[in-house]
């Protein structure tokens, strides 16, 4: 078993050597530019470095190759920012070579993540996200397709996937020894299914089964990290080699120090207080006005609320004022109405976000008939974010 004194050896990913195998996922309108500036603050002042992987949200090849104007927002990284993670959704191996070569020859990223672990309907529906891995031929095609495009360059491919799509589809095992062979320099996984989506528990001995099958790259393991003990325990039953948070930290950007501190066998931050979350939420609403603007800074801080302030003692009317917020001076009024000293809830680590139900993966017709079918689906990539 992992104890607090074994520390887990420093995550390599490519020619980047992380001192703490903690990976923030990407998460679409949660990951930007203002959200991991603040987690990596957060981690600094808490543990003395940040000492991780932070993942910007997904970005769609064809629209980063046809310059769509949000998409490139998207990529917006912090000018101290190291190593800059940049996370695509595609489907086309022509398409995904033109953007990873964008990406190096343009110097947008040091570090490419492929996302095929997708599994929103209006994805799953034309054969792209956690869909994908089921066409065998194809999937290899398209890593093959970013190593080429990134030889040479120092810019390294990882790959992210789920269990498959159903219990009678898993494609973990075949997808990460394709990409292993294809040239990824590590693999992710969901240890969920598609038709899960986020409800439910994550299967972890899928994780151990990936472990034991792709023996020569970092597998890192995804799935119900919620507290620091977690991620020791994922790692001590499954043998991956890091974790990757999704999640977990919404509403607690702290999470990474905690996670730090545990795997480095010392002792954890003391929780902050509700004015130790105030401080951090008025961080993150400075940081999205800076990346958005103040009218769409404050839309998106917006959905953050809640999650920063379960568990806490606040009153219905004030939450209510919070989640309609328009601007910093009134956020500024707001916040000072809470109890700086209240404590950090008992129950504050419960998980937040998405959970759902589970529901039938929608896919396109005769997705299922072939796997070593190549043929690239029709308009799965007219979008500029997978869900």
């Known amino acids: 078993m992992l104890s607090l004194q074994t520390r887990p050896a420093p995550l390599t990913i490519g020619p980047f050597a992380l001192r703490s195998p903690v990976v923030l996922a990407p998460m679409a309108g949660v990951t930007n530019v203002a959200f991991r500036t603040l987690c990596r603050e957060v981690e ?8 991780g992987l932070y993942v910007c949200e997904m970005v ?3 629209a980063l190759v046809e310059r769509h104007p949000v998409t490139m927002h998207m990529t917006t990284f912090g000018p101290d920012e190291s190593p800059r993670s940049l996370q695509l959704y595609t489907v086309d191996p022509a398409t995904t070579y033109d ?4 990406i190096v020859d343009e110097d947008l990223a040091d570090h490419i993540d492929m ?6 309907p209006k994805v799953t529906r034309r054969g792209g996200g956690s869909a994908l891995p089921y066409k065998r031929a194809l999937f290899r095609q398209i890593v093959a397709a970013a190593v080429r495009a990134t030889e040479g360059s120092g810019v390294p491919v990882t790959v992210k996937f789920r269990v498959g799509i159903d219990d009678e589809h898993h494609t973990h095992l075949d997808a990460g020894r394709i990409a292993a062979e294809e040239g990824a320099v590590a693999l ?3 240890a969920r299914t598609a038709e899960q989506r ?3 528990h994550s299967d972890w001995s899928q994780i151990a089964r990936l472990v034991e099958h792709v023996t020569d790259i970092p597998v890192l393991g995804n799935g119900d990290i919620f507290t620091a003990q977690d991620a020791s325990r994922m790692m001590a039953e499954t043998g991956c080699d890091g974790v990757v948070v999704g999640r977990g930290c919404l509403g607690r950007p702290w999470l990474f120090a905690e996670l730090d501190a545990h795997l480095s066998g010392r002792e954890m931050p003391v929780p902050p207080t ?3 979350v105030a401080r951090i939420m008025r961080r993150h609403l400075e940081l999205l006005i800076a990346h958005h603007g103040e009218l769409k800074g404050c839309r998106e801080i917006r959905k953050h609320i809640a999650w920063y302030m379960h568990g806490f003692p606040a009153g219905s009317d004030l939450r209510v004022q919070l989640a309609r917020v328009t601007g910093m001076a009134e956020f500024e009024d707001l916040l000072g109405r809470l109890d700086p000293d209240v404590p950090f809830p008992a129950d504050g680590y419960q998980p937040r976000g998405r959970q759902g139900s589970p529901g039938k993966v929608v896919l396109p017709e005769g997705w299922l008939d072939d796997p070593d079918d190549a043929t690239v689906p029709f308009g799965a990539d007219v979008m500029n974010s997978g869900g």
């Open 44 to 51: 600094q002042e808490r543990s003395g470095s940040a000492a």
């Open 60 to 62: 769609t090849a064809r």
């Open 99 to 102: 953007a990873a070569k964008m």
């Open 115 to 120: 996302n095929f672990g997708c599994p929103v």
């Open 188 to 190: 992710a996984l969901h």
């Open 198 to 200: 986020y409800s439910g």
């Open 274 to 276: 509700l004015g130790e």
